[in-house]
C-alpha cells in the first residue's frame, strides 16, 4: 500500500472545498465524541543506523511515547498534504507532501480523549519520511510545547529499544513497514 487513490465526482469534477474548516469547541467535542476521526500522522526515519524517531506527547489521546500527527484530516487535496500540514503546525518544519509515503492505515480505540473524560476513536492514515540528520533536530527544536515534551524531543528508537520499551505496538509496526 502506497497511495490513496481519489475520486472526484464524476457529475462534478471539481474538488470540492468547504470555505470554513474548523468547528467551535464545544461542535467538535461532540464530533469526537460521536464519530471517528480521520487523520494522519507521520513515523519519520533514517536508515543508517535503522530508526525511527519518536515523541512524548503530553497530551491524550496518546499520551506517552508516539509518532508526530494526529491533526485532523480537514479538506486538504489528499493524505500527504494533510500530514504536510500537520507536521508544519507541530513542529513549524516544512516538508513538502511528496516525501510522505503511506504505510499504515490504523483504527484507534482510545480510552480517553484530549476533549474530555471520554473514549474515542481514530481512522489514521500514517505515513513514512526519512529525515536528515539537520531535519531531525530542526523537528525536535520545532515540536509544540502544547502536545510534545519538548525535553525529550524526538528521539531514535531502534527495533530493540521500540521492544524495550513498550511502545504502543502500531509503532513496532511501523519500524517493521519502513524497515
Not at 37 to 54: E, G, M, S
Request: with cysteine; aromatic share 12%.
Amino acid at each position: 500500500m502506497n497511495k490513496i487513490r481519489s475520486y472526484l465526482d464524476p457529475l462534478y469534477p471539481v474538488n470540492v472545498q468547504t470555505k470554513n474548516q474548523h468547528l467551535s469547541d464545544s461542535a467538535y467535542t461532540e464530533v469526537v465524541q460521536k464519530m471517528i476521526i480521520p487523520c494522519t500522522d507521520v513515523v519519520f526515519y533514517q536508515k543508517n543506523p535503522k530508526a525511527v524517531y519518536l515523541a512524548q506527547r503530553s497530551i491524550f489521546p496518546m499520551k506517552g511515547v508516539w509518532c508526530i500527527g494526529g491533526r485532523m484530516w480537514f479538506n486538504d487535496k489528499n493524505g500527504e498534504e494533510s500530514i504536510s500540514r500537520c507536521v508544519q503546525i507541530e513542529t513549524g518544519i516544512k516538508i513538502v507532501p511528496d516525501r510522505f509515503k503511506l504505510i499504515a492505515t490504523n483504527l484507534y480505540s482510545w480510552s480517553k480523549v484530549e476533549q474530555g473524560d471520554f473514549p474515542g476513536r481514530n481512522l489514521a492514515l500514517t505515513f513514512s519520511c526519512e529525515l536528515s540528520p539537520k531535519e531531525v533536530e530542526l523537528v525536535s527544536q520545532g515540536l509544540s510545547s502544547k502536545e510534545y515534551d519538548k525535553k525529550f524531543g524526538l528521539q531514535a528508537f531502534d527495533r530493540a529499544r521500540l521492544e524495550k520499551e513498550n511502545v504502543h505496538p502500531a509503532m513496532l509496526d511501523a519500524y517493521k513497514e519502513i524497515f
